[in-house]
């Protein structure tokens, strides 16, 4: 049927508008978040600073959506222990930068549930190191900052051979002294570390040993040579692993040290280090990995620093 423009403009305007619709391409939604809990409030180490920084590297590749939960003080009452109810169920990831108090029953009930259930979490530096006789927690670190007596350690020795040494004997937990450190990929198949150089040079930071757990069902990602002229071991240590719980999994990256007033935050700003936390996050959220390595990724001779002071 013909419109007639002078007796029905509003009938042929409406249409050429509805025709005009049809044809533009369809509005493309942004993709969505991923939602990650950030946890903290207690640590032997400086959390007030080291919060801030690691919510910058989270804030950096846009990817997420991230909500911030504190536990009470240390020495708090049971009734502020009362008030703090993560709700873990609502994230994809929840990141730790915790190590104090013993959590209550209830909250430690919903954490193993979340985890069992499909939930992921990621373990920054001493955050292996609390909650010692809690089992699951363990079982989910699978190494922490505990003594020879507390379980087996895993390490490569010079040659790089694989070595597990069970409760009782060799070294605890422990560290050298802060210095320059490669960490060395291996698994490059896995997500998190596909593209990146076999080594890269990360600064200032502690470079753990001795770590001790039940160790099972590690999967290694990348090890640290623990130099002897720095305290270290003489072996390559293990310095990020992941391990399945349940339906879900637990990423431990142990670089990331910093003590109050500590002038030296070069740790953080390592483009390494904030490429893998970013990478893994990612990774524990979705089963893939769209963050790129960096052109300027750092490599087994040169540190490499975004915005450092």
């Not at 992921?120 to 989910?140: C, D, I, K, Q, R």
């Not at 990020?240 to 349940?246: N, Q, R």
């Amino acid at each position: 049927m013909r419109c007639h423009s002078l007796r029905l403009p509003a009938v042929c305007l409406a249409l050429a508008a509805l025709i005009a619709s049809a044809c533009q391409p369809a509005a493309t939604s942004p993709p969505s978040k991923s939602s990650v809990l950030f946890l903290s409030g207690q640590n032997n180490h400086a959390w007030e600073e080291t919060n801030p920084l690691l919510l910058d590297i989270l804030a950096e590749p846009g990817l997420f959506d991230v909500m911030t939960t504190l536990t009470p003080p240390k020495g708090s009452p049971p009734e502020a222990w009362d008030t703090w109810n993560p709700d873990f169920a609502a994230h994809d990831v929840v990141v730790f930068d915790y190590n104090g108090e013993m959590w209550p029953d209830r909250v430690k009930t919903a954490f193993e549930s979340y985890i069992s259930g499909g939930g992921t979490a990621l373990m920054v530096h001493a955050s292996n190191n609390p909650f010692p006789g809690w089992t699951a927690y363990e079982e989910m670190v699978g190494m922490l900052w505990r003594r020879p007596d507390d379980g087996t350690t895993v390490f490569l020795d010079p040659v790089e051979q694989m070595v597990r040494i069970g409760p009782g004997e060799g070294r605890g937990a422990g560290h050298g002294k802060l210095h320059d450190w490669q960490i060395r990929v291996r698994d490059a198949a896995h997500p998190v570390m596909q593209g990146l150089p076999e080594s890269w040079l990360h600064p200032h930071d502690e470079l753990y040993h001795g770590q001790r757990g039940p160790a099972a069902n590690m999967n290694i990602l990348a090890t640290a040579y623990s130099d002897t002229t720095w305290g270290g071991t003489g072996n390559h240590e293990l310095m990020i692993w992941w391990i399945p719980y349940g339906q879900g999994k637990v990423l431990t990256l142990l670089p990331g040290h910093h003590w109050k007033d500590q002038d030296d935050e070069r740790a953080f700003y390592d483009i390494g280090f904030r490429t893998v936390l970013n990478r893994g996050v990612e990774w524990l959220a979705t089963g893939n990995v769209t963050i790129p390595v960096p052109a300027n990724f750092p490599t087994a001779d040169a540190i490499s620093l975004k915005g450092a002071p």
